[in-house]
């Protein structure tokens, strides 16, 4: 271990060098070979590899959501940081940043070793799924048709507005959700949308991991549509509120309906670029060689993947605005029960959980199947 750390940097590799399962396509060059201690996969960090760009493109995009995110929090009159009207957007937090953490380390540390590639890829299809969830959380408690304050723990404007309150105009809660959402969706979405949207990432996260070791050929096209089904999901109160406005989200209206279809249209726009980069493989494909270090394509692609991210940011963000402010309508009467620890972090360490479970169970066969083929190469 010492002689490992004390070499002096190892040459970096062509692709016909390395074993083939760590080459990427039209990549041709500045490939670590898979035996790296940590501490030279962190040093290589500052090296130029084709792993470099990959790695910086999610490690210093971490800095930069923590700054739009923790920018809502030095917003005037906001409730504080750890009021239960916050969880499902600290979950959100929790996704996002497993998520560029996972991705980024991965690329930084997969060349330690073949199991240890094979798991750190794992980890990072995981997270992808986690931060949907973290998305739908915060899509369900702001974005939802029926989203609203919590009865307290809040500036209510109930509390400050009562004339408004008792006005006669106001219909009852419940007539106001049969008036204005319609019942299959109000259904769906109180019962289903946040199961629905766990057991689909669940099953994104066994594809993803299956396409390591099978199907191989189609394994951009097969990871990059797996995770489409995710943001339809996630996405279903965005398009319900863009298709059929709710008179529950009057604030909303008002206030960021302005921006929720801007910031959502980005938002989509910047994921279909970044599927066009990982699945053509452009721009490598038309120069192999020429893109192995700076600029090929899944450096794109995450930078892409992160604009999304970051219009998504925009866009709750605009809605918990709307949604906490005092001058809010008497309309915003929560018709959802508010945040709880357990429908909100509850739900998301139980995911977390169930995807370790699925990542340990893949990295146990990955690792059976390297000794087995240790033990094929001896007898021979
Ligand atoms: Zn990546």
């Not at 669940?202 to 189609?218: F, G, I, K």
């Amino acid at each position: 271990m010492l002689l490992r750390c004390s070499r002096p940097s190892q040459p970096l590799l062509r692709h016909t060098d390395v074993p083939q399962r760590v080459t990427e396509s039209f990549i041709l060059s500045g490939y670590r070979f898979p035996d790296y201690s940590l501490r030279e996969c962190l040093a290589s960090a500052f090296r130029p590899t084709n792993e470099t760009g990959n790695f910086w493109t999610h490690f210093l995009a971490v800095f930069v959501f923590a700054f739009h995110f923790l920018e809502l929090f030095w917003w005037e009159d906001q409730p504080a940081l750890s009021d239960p009207f916050f969880y499902p957007f600290w979950n959100y937090f929790i996704g996002v940043f497993c998520l560029l953490m996972a991705s980024s380390m991965a690329h930084l540390l997969n060349s330690m070793s073949l199991l240890i590639r094979e798991i750190c890829f794992f980890v990072d299809y995981g997270t992808i799924s986690a931060y949907t969830v973290g998305s739908s959380l915060a899509y369900f408690y702001y974005i939802h048709p029926q989203a609203g304050l919590p009865g307290t723990g809040l500036r209510n404007t109930t509390q400050e507005r009562p004339q408004v309150l008792e006005g006669p105009s106001l219909p009852p809660p419940s007539s106001q959700s049969s008036s204005s959402t319609l019942p299959e969706f109000h259904v769906f979405f109180e019962n289903f949308y946040i199961p629905s949207a766990c057991v689909v990432a669940l099953l994104c996260t066994l594809a993803c991991c299956c396409t390591r070791q099978r199907w191989r050929r189609y394994r951009y096209v097969i990871r990059t549509m797996v995770f489409l089904l995710p943001f339809i999901v996630a996405s279903t109160p965005v398009f319900y509120r863009l298709l059929r406005p709710s008179q529950h989200s009057a604030v909303s209206l008002s206030r960021s309906s302005a921006t929720l279809a801007p910031f959502f249209y980005r938002h989509c726009f910047w994921l279909l670029v970044s599927a066009l980069f990982n699945i053509s493989k452009f721009p490598e494909r038309l120069s192999p060689g020429k893109f192995d270090i700076w600029g090929h394509s899944h450096q794109w692609f995450h930078c892409f993947t992160f604009l999304s991210i970051l219009d998504e940011l925009h866009m709750i963000k605009a809605e918990i605005r709307a949604l906490a402010l005092p001058l809010a309508s008497p309309l915003m009467q929560p018709l959802l029960p508010g945040p709880t620890l357990c429908s909100t972090y509850g739900v998301m360490f139980a995911l977390q959980g169930c995807i370790g479970a699925i990542i340990s169970w893949f990295a146990w066969g990955a690792c059976r199947s390297r000794s087995t083929q240790a033990e094929h190469c001896k007898s021979h």
